[in-house]
Nanobody
């Protein structure tokens, strides 16, 4: 069964850090662009970060540029999102996505709450 399973979310104070992981099963991520999206309270889902299938290009939404880093480990079939200097406005459910010309897979999401 194809699955993307996120982990690593939680409660963190402003200025803190978290590392999200998304492990894929039943398919190989090497042929997919991988992305992290988030949906905050009362907000629409937005693209946070994306990495191409080769890992050669990374894109970020302006609000996280310089604070978040997306990476992939094809051998572990996992994508990561390193989040530093977290702010209350980063509070959201974070979803990973694997996408290519034929398929589009989503994880179930992991909650990140930034609060003092």
């Amino acid at each position: 069964q194809v699955q993307l399973v996120e982990s690593g979310g939680g409660l963190v104070q402003p200025g803190g850090s978290l590392r999200l992981s998304c492990a894929a099963s039943a398919f190989a991520i090497s042929r997919y662009a991988l992305s992290w999206y988030r949906q905050g309270p009362g907000k629409e889902r937005e693209l946070v970060a994306r990495i191409t299938s080769t890992g050669g290009r990374k894109n970020y939404v302006d609000s996280v540029e310089g604070r978040f880093t997306i990476s992939r480990d094809n051998a572990k079939n996992t994508v990561y999102l390193e989040m530093n200097n977290l702010k209350p406005e980063d509070t959201a459910v974070y979803y990973c996505n694997a996408n290519n010309w034929a398929y589009d897979y989503w994880g179930q999401g992991t909650q990140v709450t930034v609060s003092s």
